[in-house]
């Protein structure tokens, strides 16, 4: 009695539950379909990364001695879906049953549920579903940092009996410094693309060469070997300095300290434990400070957890919502990156260049803009969901739809991340080369963020001026002159009435005396 047991392309890991209790005889089913390359039209590295990946995958469990049925995207065969292929492999090998691990996005669960298969939990998390669930239970908010304390009591790491290591929960008031000029990042590890990694971007030039992104250089690790080179990498020569500069932005440099491992654990070529264990190990040892362990290792036991938690907590309706009432369409230089707003220039650079930019980009630059000029959340979510190698619904939504466009009302975010121009002058060099002024708030050469941050304010006073964590800038507006107020929304409307159309400190200024 054979058994067909499934594995997606983001479920590359040994130990997945899918694979739990094989025996001669079985089949493991992996299909690259087009249904999945392009509900969203994603970059070409992740496209290239994901389905490299796969086959390196397949090649690791044949060697091994696993019985692999692989069903190539350009098989002429395929019928490009995830319940056609099953159905075609079901004829191919008759199984007795069918194991598969739940899936990252509700979509491809409900897909599942279509099928005759045994569901099994996806194990490759700190936390279960049915736990975080339990912890949200009667919760009026769902912070993070409590989420985050109870796992760190869970799991054990960087603790000392009942107590945080250090005494403190958490050392964010020692991170977040600009990065000071002379401080230089480390070189990456680059991993040169193989035959099987040539021939998939061969595939990809040729079916998918209008999505978004460019496709060489591809440096991304496509085995778990390498992917652990890369985390080995980041653990000696980046953790250090990780918790200090986690927030600091530079032209010309996307990873800065980051640890570039968000594909990887995504699609579990590394789990989590692992990489927290040895981030530990390096405080332990004396090589990285507590305040960038402790930092790093939130991302991913505190984070990572707590999105993925909440996605299927509020599942499907989380999407629904558009709390701010948001409808502006998605301008076009998020897809060309031409704007003369340098920050978004080069955040957007980062992204088309490697399927990656880090954290705070994506928050207080592409984000912040977003949220500013009220961009339509379906649009930046989509957005996001294809431009990154480890965008996968359950933690891009509630980062995106949460966090960056406070678009579910403040069920992720106590108040919206929202900031003016001095914010990102302050942690990085973008401003240096701007065509726009940080420092003007109004009128020529005003920095756009400065203006749609106030206007931002003033279109959404009724939803966010009983919020005790802004009461601080509706003081300000409370006292800013009504002539003020009416030249800030007039320069706002102008700017986003042209964002389409080329704009620029001449542009803004134009539109303005137009009015
Ligand atoms: P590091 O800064 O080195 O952090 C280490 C690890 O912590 C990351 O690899 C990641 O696994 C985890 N982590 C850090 N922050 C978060 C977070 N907010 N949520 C979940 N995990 C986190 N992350 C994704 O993995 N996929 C996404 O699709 C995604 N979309 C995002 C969209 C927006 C609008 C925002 C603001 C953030 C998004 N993030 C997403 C979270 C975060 O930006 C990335 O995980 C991080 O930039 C990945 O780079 P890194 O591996 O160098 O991270
Ligand atoms: C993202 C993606 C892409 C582009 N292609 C495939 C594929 O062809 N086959 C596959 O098994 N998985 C793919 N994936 C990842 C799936 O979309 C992923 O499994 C879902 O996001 C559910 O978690
Ligand atoms: Fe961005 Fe404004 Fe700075 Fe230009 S001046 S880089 S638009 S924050």
């Known amino acids: 009695m054979n058994t067909l047991r499934i594995v997606l392309g983001d479920q590359l890991t040994r130990s997945i539950s899918s694979l739990r209790g094989y025996e001669p005889g079985d089949v493991v089913l992996m299909m690259e379909v087009l249904e999945e390359a392009t509900y969203v039209r994603h970059h070409k590295q992740k496209l290239t990364f994901i389905f490299s990946g796969m086959r390196h995958f397949a090649e690791g469990l044949r060697r091994v001695g696993f019985n692999v049925d692989y069903v190539k995207l350009d098989d002429p065969?395929?019928?490009?879906?995830?319940?056609?292929?099953?159905?075609?492999?079901?004829a191919r090998h008759a199984p007795a049953s069918i194991v598969v691990t739940e899936p990252g996005e509700w979509r491809v669960l409900e897909?599942?549920?279509?099928?005759?298969?045994?569901?099994?939990?996806?194990?490759?998390?700190?936390?279960?579903?049915a736990r975080f669930a339990r912890w949200a239970d009667g919760r009026k908010q769902l912070r993070m940092e409590f989420f985050y304390r109870e796992m760190r009591r869970a799991s054990g790491l960087l603790m000392d009996g009942d107590d945080p290591a250090g005494g403190q929960w958490n050392f964010d008031h020692d991170n977040r410094k600009a990065l000071p000029k002379d401080v230089?990042?480390?070189?990456?590890?680059?991993f040169e693309p193989d035959a099987i990694t040539r021939e998939v971007m061969a595939m990809v030039q040729a079916r998918f060469a209008d999505h978004f992104g460019e496709l060489e250089p591809f440096g991304w690790a496509v085995t778990r070997e390498d992917a652990l080179e890369a985390l080995d990498h980041f653990i000696a020569a980046c953790l250090p300095s990780f918790g200090d500069y986690q927030d600091a932005m530079k032209r010309g440099n996307a990873f800065l300290f980051h640890s570039v491992i968000s594909p990887y654990l995504n699609v579990g070529l590394l789990t989590p434990r692992e990489i927290c264990d040895r981030a530990e190990e390096a405080w332990r040892i004396g090589t990285a400070p507590l305040n960038a362990v402790e930092g790093?290792?939130?991302?991913?036991?505190?984070?990572?957890?707590?999105?993925?938690?909440?996605?299927?907590?509020?599942?499907?309706?989380?999407?629904?919502t558009n709390a701010l009432n948001a409808m502006r369409p998605l301008p076009d230089f998020?897809?060309?990156?031409?704007?003369?707003?340098?920050?978004?220039?080069e955040a957007i650079g980062d992204t088309r260049r490697h399927a990656y930019a880090h954290h705070i980009q994506r928050l207080m630059v592409t984000g912040n803009f977003a949220l500013l000029a009220g961009l339509d959340p379906r649009a930046v979510e989509e957005w996001y969901l294809l431009v990154y190698a480890d965008a996968f619904e359950w933690v891009e939504l509630p980062n995106t739809h949460g966090m960056a466009l406070f678009a579910d009302g403040g069920i992720m975010a106590s108040k919206p991340y929202a900031a003016s121009g001095a914010y990102?002058?302050?942690?990085?060099?973008?401003?240096?080369?701007?065509?726009?002024?940080?420092?003007?708030?109004?009128?020529?050469?005003?920095?756009?963020?400065?203006?749609?941050?106030?206007?931002?304010?003033i279109r959404n006073e009724a939803a966010l001026t009983s919020n005790p964590r802004m009461a601080m800038p509706y003081r300000t507006l409370a006292k800013m002159e009504a002539s003020r107020k009416a030249q800030i929304e007039r320069e706002a409307r102008a700017f986003l009435d042209g964002l389409d159309r080329p704009t620029g400190p001449k542009g803004?200024?134009?539109?303005?005396?137009?009015?």
């Open 424 to 457: 990102i002058d302050r942690m990085s060099d973008y401003c240096d080369g701007c065509a726009y002024d940080p420092a003007v708030k109004l009128g020529k050469n005003a920095c756009p963020f400065n203006i749609l941050y106030w206007d931002f304010l």
């Open 111 to 129: 897909m599942m549920k279509t099928w005759d298969a045994d569901i099994r939990e996806d194990e490759r998390f700190f936390a279960s579903r």
């Open 508 to 515: 803004v200024s134009q539109l303005t005396l137009e009015l």
């Open 334 to 345: 998020y897809w060309t990156g031409e704007t003369d707003m340098n920050c978004m220039a």
């Open 77 to 90: 065969a395929n019928t490009g879906t995830f319940t056609s292929e099953l159905q075609r492999a079901i």
């Open 184 to 190: 230089k990042s480390p070189r990456r590890l680059r």
């Open 296 to 320: 790093f290792i939130r991302q991913i036991l505190g984070w990572r957890e707590y999105v993925r938690g909440l996605y299927w907590l509020k599942m499907p309706d989380y999407p629904e």
